[in-house]
Every structure is written in structure tokens, then in C-alpha cells.
């Protein structure tokens, strides 16, 4: 396992390196838009990120309240956090590319503003798990994941009955992509997604490690306040 | 009447009666609705049809944030004497106490906003120009869906250490498009431009997707050890 991640990171390491050479050099600069369309190498690659690692996170936290599973919980807090920053990546490219290309930073638009709310969402989520610190900590969070996910299609919804401004995905169609722009941003996507997966990897096991110390902790006290007790009490020492 | 109706009712006129004795959770309600209607009118100072455009907000806003106050002393009040373990240890469904909660809450701030419309309107000069019969339906579609969430997270952030702040937290993000909902449909109704049939949709599948979800996971919230 040990082996795979330091393979992996390597991996990513270099991907993301290719994938820097490929959006900023390699890649031909837009027409209409100019240079600034290269931040779309970032920004999607990120969203799809965010999506996958708000997905897992449901998952994780389903797993967590049929299984009761700890390892679960903690790719529930690892696939969050590290969401939650790739969500913010998506939240501010999105507004530097808008502001040239629209002449706006910011639409109340369907893909914006659910993207928001899901952000909102996932920020709530984390200030939960920090406000409480209890062993129903997970069972809270992993209710209030399965709230959120409900609530992402109807946001979807109320906000797409107004009409939408923000570039329909361009993938879709057949390619209205030309094809070195194509290969830069495939390259990208699989960087960064590989990225996403190392860095919420890297969390999971850092979580699991940081309840493992707790628990050393607790039980070091436990067997402290043991000898400690007995040692005030000489009495009782004597008497064994 | 089944057992679990009848725990629901028992529930229910419990918590009614202990709020008719006191009167905390709507005197505070209906005090804070009245500052907010007195400062958004200070702060904005509408004209008629700038009101008609802004008022869905203003109203709704309003008594979101007033129902907050209802929302947060549901659970806090069996925190007192262990009454929310004696619910636990007993054998009674929770859903029966979580509907008595709910339907509690409902009464309570649909009280709240029949006190407080006819001063908004007083305020605001508000006037419908769609059918403002339609205003019924939205009210309590939308009044549903605040506080059949609320009342769940507020049973979730009863859990946590500052909880009075944590149920805002929680309640708001969840309850955007139900708001937008409310809002929108209260702001076509009363400027009277087109229907205002699709949000009444979105509040109403909104109310039947989160009541089922608050039902099927209630327990769980409950009983987490």
C-alpha cells in the first residue's frame, strides 16, 4: 500500500507538471478569449474533482450509517475537506475568467450557484464535525451529507427555471474542442483528478493516524489516572 | 386512534400547553419579526412598487430568522431533567415525537406570520396585484419546509457544543431553494407578472422529499450514541 502511494505521487507529480507544460505553452491560445480561456484547464479538471470527492463523500457517509464503519467516517472527513478546497479552487478561477470574458465577476447562474450552495453545504458539513466533538460526531455528519445531497437537485432546479448564462459543456457535442486543446485539458483532468484522489488519500490516512494517537492518548490517561490512584493510596497498596 | 397518533397528540398538546403558559417562543418570535419589519423599512424606505418587488424577501427573511427563535428551544427545553434520554430509553417511535415537534413548530410560526401580515402589509403598503388567494398554499408550503428541517437540525445541533448558533448554520444552506421558492412565488403574486404555479411545485416537492428524509432518519439522530 505504502509502495502504491509513493508510486502514485510520483505519477501525479509529473502529470501535473505535463499538464502545467500542456495548458500554458503547448496548448493554442483561444480566439475570442485570449490567454485568460487557459484558466479553463484548471477550473473544470477542479469542479470534476470537488464533484467526485463530494460523490465519495456520500458514499462514504451512507457506508458509515448501514456499516457503522470508522475507516468509512474517515474518508467521509478526508473526501470533505479536501472537496471543500477544490470547490473554492473552482469558486475563484470561475470569477477571474468571468470578469474579461463576461464583464462580470459573478451570475446568479444554475452551474454558479448550485455550485455554491454545494459549497455552503460542504462548509456547514465541516463546521458541524468541528462544533462537535462526541462519538455521535459521525452519525450527525453522515445525516446532514445525505440532507445535502438531496438538496443539490433542487437547487438545480429552482435556479434553472431562470436561464442560464454560463458556457454549455463544450465536450458533449463532438468536439467543438480543437484537438491540442482537447489532449491539454484530458491531460489536466487526469492530473488533477489523480491529484484530488492522492491528497484525499494522504487526509484519510492522517485521520486515521490522528484517532489512533487519540485513543493511545486515552487509554495512556486511563491506565495514568490507574497507578496514580493507587500509588495516593498506600493503603489500599499495602493491603495487596 | 393508533398508538402512534395518540403519542403524537399527547406530545403535541404538551409542548402547546407549555407555550401557552409562558409564551416565550412567540412573544420573542413576534418581537423580533416587528424590529426586522421596522428596520428593513428604515433601511430601504420603499415606495409602493419598489415594495411589491422587495417585500416577498423582506417578509420571508423576516420570519426565518423569527422562527429560528421557536426552532432552537424544541430540543433545548427536554435538555432540562434528562427528558430527551427518557425519550430515548422509551419504547415510543420517534417519529411520533419528532411530528409533534414539528407540527408544534408549525403552529407557532404560522401564528407568528398571521399576526405579522397584516403589519407588513401595513408597513409596506402592499397590495396584490396576482391572485392573492395563492399567498395560502405558498405560506404554508413554505412555512412546512423551514420548520420540518429546522426542527431536525435543531435536534441534530442540540448535539453540539454552541448549539444556539450551529442551527442557522445548518438550517440555512438546506433551506435556499425552499426560500427561493417563497420568495419568488410571494414576489409574482403580489406584483401579479405570470405564474406562480412552478414554485409552488418546487416548495411542495421540496416538503415531500425533506419530510420523508426527516422521517426516515430521525431516529437514527435520536438514538446515535
Redesign the interface.
Known sequence: MKRLFSILSFLTAVLLIYGLYQALVAAPTERTMGDVQRIFYYHVPSAWTAFCLFFTNLFASIAY?IWKNAKADALAVASAEVGVVFCTIVLITGPIWARPVWGIWWTWDIRLTTTL?LW??Y??YL??RR??????TP??AA??A???A??VP??Y???W?FRTQHPQPVMGKGGSLAPPMLYAFLMNLLAFTLFGIMVCWSRYRLELLRREVEAAHAMESLVGAETSAKASLPLSRSAR | MSSFWSLTLATLVKDIRLEWRTKDALNSMLFFSLLVVVIFSFSFDPYAEQSREIAGGLVWVAFLFASIVALNQTWARELRNQVLDGYRISPAPANALFLAKAVGNFIFVLLLEALMTPLFIVFYNLRALGPAWQLIPVGVLGTWALVV?GT?FAA??V????REI?LP??L???S??AI??MVEATRILLAGDGSAR??IV?LL??DV??TT?CLG?FG??LH??
Open positions: 450509517l450552495v455552503l453545504i462548509v456547514a463546521m458541524l462544533f462537535s466533538d462526541t462519538a455521535q452519525v450527525l445525516v446532514l445525505i440532507f445535502g438531496l438538496d433542487l437547487v432546479f429552482s435556479i427555471f | 428541517n431536525f441534530l445541533s448535539r453540539t457544543r454552541s450551529m448554520l445548518l440555512f444552506p438546506i435556499i431553494p427561493q421558492g412552478f414554485w418546487l416537492t421540496y422529499v425533506f428524509a432518519l437514527t439522530i446515535a450514541e
